[in-house]
């Protein structure tokens, strides 16, 4: 996800990468990381920290003041079998929950114009 | 190209979500139009569904079962016979610019099973948990990407060149693109999303050192989509905890 500060909203980080801040520590899934309690001041996330605990990349572009902070490491790309909580705009813009399908099968299909 | 199978299988309780991974919507919007399907077609400009679900190339399938979990990772998917590539055919490659005849020579030899991929998924709308193809969600995990730091870090830089591209600074997103084409070589997604926005053809150009026709000769067209694993879960397979390198809980703690 792109950063323009080190210091993140709890809610953001989990819809962008999955990860939830819980008492336990960073969650996912089944899967719960420990965080010392530095990571989570005033209920925002310290990235450096977090990223470290999570291996997570972070790198920064000077130029721009951007950071990019990517997904885990160490493991595969799924951390969890749970469907991610998807919410993206349709062709006429109007946001669609993945979730909204619960009860039926769905075949998700990545595709691209180029 | 999905519709028809979605026609078919929709009152038998399957849902198809298409998600166009595109910088640029605009470029996906005449497709989706000239479709006019039925089931949601989503745009993801960032490439969030690429990240969260490891895909490398497209088009890719998941399935989710009806509480929400995944049934299989992303996996080369397709319907059938795709009449666009199709018609590319019966060209006359002699009558067009070198790296175009190349790009159609190369596109011709890949391999993409439809039938196989249809077959599986038609028996899992009927069985599914049942399915001998519906996996169970240790093995889902286990047979999704592998993402070692180098992948990761292919992700952020990928991220990175996106940003900047949106905002309007072309040339400085090339430098992360680039980057991450360098530490996950094997990521089409990537590469022709880059490739795309400088060449809609993907031909040879000042800012990559690589173009689909030249990368693609390089692996051979016959791997550019990796064969189907359509196995059943052993059933004696380690939990994902098991497995070496897996996520962070087991390896930090």
């Known amino acids: 996800m792109i950063l323009t500060s080190l210091d993140i909203d709890t809610a953001e980080l989990e819809r962008r990468t999955g990860w939830s801040i819980q008492p336990q520590g960073a969650c996912k899934g089944d899967v719960c990381v420990p965080l010392s309690d530095g990571v989570v001041p005033s209920g925002r996330v310290s990235v450096p920290e977090l990223a470290e605990r999570l291996r997570m990349p972070l790198l920064r572009d000077e130029t721009h003041g951007l950071w990019a902070l990517g997904p885990e490491s160490g493991g595969r790309a799924l951390t969890t079998a749970a469907a991610p909580d998807l919410v993206l705009p349709d062709r006429q813009g109007r946001a669609f929950a993945l979730s909204s399908l619960r009860g039926r099968k769905v075949l998700l299909v990545a595709w691209a114009s180029w | ?253």
């Open chain 2, 1 to 253: 190209m999905w519709q028809a199978l979605r026609t078919e299988l929709h009152p038998h309780g399957l849902e198809i979500v298409t998600v166009a991974l595109d910088v640029d919507p605009e470029s996906a919007y005449r497709f989706i139009d000239q479709a006019a399907p039925d089931h949601p077609s989503l745009i993801d400009s960032a490439h969030i569904v690429d990240e969260l679900l490891g895909i490398v190339n497209v088009p890719n399938g998941v399935w989710i079962d009806e509480q929400g979990v995944l049934a299989r990772p992303a996996e080369p998917a397709s319907p059938g016979r795709n009449p666009t590539l199709d018609s590319l055919m019966s060209i006359d490659t002699s009558t067009l610019p070198p790296h175009l005849a190349d790009t159609l020579i190369e596109a011709r030899k890949i391999k993409l099973d439809h039938e196989s991929y249809v077959v599986a998924l038609r028996d899992w709308v009927t069985n599914g948990a049942a399915s001998p193809y519906a996996l169970p969600p240790d093995e889902v995990v286990r047979r999704s990407q592998p993402r070692p730091l180098e992948v990761a870090t292919a992700a952020a830089a990928f991220e990175l060149g996106q940003e900047l591209h949106r905002r309007g600074h072309p040339s400085d997103a090339v430098a992360w693109f680039r980057e991450a084409h360098r530490l996950q070589p094997d990521n089409w997604t990537y590469k022709r999303q880059a490739w795309s926005l400088v060449d809609p053809l993907q031909g040879p150009t000042d800012e990559y050192e690589g173009y689909w026709a030249k990368d693609i000769k390089a692996i051979g067209a016959e791997n550019y989509y990796p064969p189907l694993d359509l196995s059943p879960a052993p059933r004696d397979r380690p939990t994902a905890s098991d497995v070496p390198g897996s996520p962070p809980s087991a390896a930090a703690d």
